[in-house]
């Protein structure tokens, strides 16, 4: 027996007790402000785990986030609005009447929304994802903004512009890091498993990988159109966070922030993508101070807003220089780290012990 | 080697940090909160978007708050603070910019110049039980089933139906072509109340002969131009973006499109001037105008901006940033203390409040009525051309 195995099972579970536990604690001790903020985390680290899945694990530059996003978001918030908010806030023109009376629950919307998300990815992802590298940005990038034109487009369904408010809020710590936590776990096992190793051949090398006998076409579809169904998920979670949505919520910069957050936590690392969602949107708000009016050393500096972009940039600019791989290159976070490092003896057993 | 270890260890420092005071911050602000209410300073919030697309308007807005809060930096007897805010013209920022106000113990808040992002910190804001005075977001979904936003614009079904009035009353228009920018909320909202009026008031379901489309953005108008033109009509409404707005008001009148062109608010910038100043027949609905002060407010508000900015414009935003502070201060006065609950029912009893951009009584959406104001563009500057009163 594997001393070791043991152990890290044992870890696994206590590990998701203790969160279990944090979370249940923070949403009664933490003020709505820090909660909002932690969710927003769990967002973002959906979003950057999803998309280091396209881009960092089955090496395809895919710019189309924000249009999975859109698409999820859209779907969750048509599903749970109430009649009554669809009649008010659809007063350019009257919402189509099959979408009227609809008002599902918060969770199978969610799901929902991953579900449109992915049925978009197939489609978008069966001509788009003959091609590669630049040219595969290119195209989905044109998908994310030709999303965005339709639902602007479409006021009957979508209400165009004007966005849809009144969405069913949802502020519990457990429901949006329960999605986190969930996405996360699927997504280690999908990277572990042969699925897992088909995306990486395919992105350490395409062709060798075709020639080993991996079907490219079809794992590009399966990482496409799984990235896309949890980028549905967090647009629907985003959703409920904010409460209101709009078409210009998800301009293309949207992706690049995503984008930002998988190339900082490092490319084909999700223990990566986790650390610097996380980082990222706590220092965003953790940075407002520097624009703030304060006195140093005497001297009264005004508020500059943008300062904490600055700051941001800079700190960016060091680790992109110095970490061309980002905070976690490729590496995962794995117990056998620790324990090595807390000193236990492994068990490096050969064959059959 | 020892370069890339030190380096290694910096950013590890760096980052740990960052975390470390991001978590700790938690406990700083619930403490400087409880300070706050045993102080003798009251505390308004203000979300802006400082950074990012809209940032050209919420500083023009911060200029009028800053203004008002220094000529009146007090209210029962106590300092009030301005506590500023960047929602980074983003949605999720909006909503975080009020949750953080709240957090800090704001006890009015101001904001946001785009409704878009006054619909995100809405919620949250009436969550909280704090209540919000929006400067110049005009969308009516903004207020629409939210207790606790009130506003000192008027809102685009005004708006649309000023211009058609003018439109047909004074310009004596019979038909009209509608040139909008479906992106835009504003542009679409303007666009549909000014239909619905326009065909009232002439009575004729066919009045608008012609509706096109354009996209933010864009910058070749002339597939919709040529449209319009063939259709013939008295007077286009194209309300939208300025720097859109600008090259198409300038691309009609090289096709040879006579007809007035009208908007709304947005047009009121320098870079829509640079384009069109030399044109004729431009006009557009503003909440404010220099030349002809509405009330004392007014006066008092354009000589200090003078005095405060001079090498700036005055405008519209900055005007309805003045009124949002104003009519904070005038409620918590009203209210007699800081209790949010009872400054809500004063703010929402607010009739016939004095500001510089005219007399605001809100309605029982929390919306302002008010008069709104029409100039025009003649030799490179905007000139006032006539006041449309709610009534009509």
Known sequence: MDGRKNIKIALNIATLLVTAVFLYWGDSVLSPFQKRILNLAAIFVILGASMNLVVGF????????????????????????????????????????????????????????????????????????????????????????????????TISITNGALGLKNIPSEKSLLFYWSFCIITIIILKNLINSSWGYAFKAIRDNEIAAEAMGVSVFKH?????????????????????????????????????????????????????????????????????????????????????????????????????????????????????????????????????S | MKVRKFLALMAAVLLAAVALVGCGGGGEKASSEDAAKDSDVIKIGVYEPLTGINAAGGEMTLDGIELANKLYPEVLGKKVELVVADNKSEKQEAANAVARLVNEGVDVIIGSYGSSLSMAGGPVAEEAGVPVIGCSPTNPLVTKGNDYYFRVCFIDPFQGTVMANYAVNTLGAKTAAIIQDVQQDYSVGLSKYFEESFKELTGDENAIVAKVNYNTGDKDFSAQLTEVKDKNPDVIFAPGNFTECGILVERARELGIKAPILGGDTWEAKEFLNRVGDLEDIYFSTHFTAEEPVTEVSETFLNEFKKEYPDKQVNAFAALGFDSYLLALDAIERAGSTDHEKIKEELAKTSGFKGATGIITLDENGDATKTAIIKKVEDGKFVYEAKVDPQN
């Open chain 1, 58 to 153: 089955t090496g395809m530059f895919s710019l189309g986030h924000s249009g999975f996003m859109c698409v999820g978001a859209y779907t969750a918030a048509i599903l749970t609005m109430s009649p009554e908010s669809k009649e008010l806030i659809y007063y350019m023109e009257p919402i189509v009447p099959w979408l009227k009376n609809i008002e599902w629950p918060i969770i199978p919307a969610t799901i929902m929304g991953g579900i449109i998300a992915a049925v978009f990815g197939i489609l978008v992802g069966f001509p788009a994802l003959r091609l590669r590298d630049d040219y595969l940005a290119i195209a989905t990038l044109g998908f994310a903004e030709i999303i965005r034109i339709i639902v602007t487009n």
């Open chain 1, 220 to 352: 590009k579809m399966l990482s496409f159109t799984i990235g896309a169904f949890f980028a549905g998920i967090a647009g629907a979670l985003m959703a409920f966070l904010i409460t209101s949505i709009d078409p210009t919520m998800f301009r293309f910069l949207f992706t690049f922030q995503i984008l930002l957050i998988v190339v900082l936590g490092g490319m084909g690392s999700l223990t990566g993508s986790v650390i610097a969602g996380i980082i990222i949107t706590i220092a965003m708000e953790w940075l407002r101070f520097v624009e703030r009016p304060m006195t140093i050393l005497g001297m009264d500096i005004p508020g500059i807003p943008g300062m904490r972009m600055v700051i941001f940039a800079i700190l960016l600019l060091v680790v992109v220089l110095f970490y061309r791989q980002g905070l976690m290159g490729t590496k995962e976070f794995n117990w056998d780290w620790l324990l090595d490092k807390l000193g236990l003896a492994r068990n490096r057993e050969r064959g059959i």
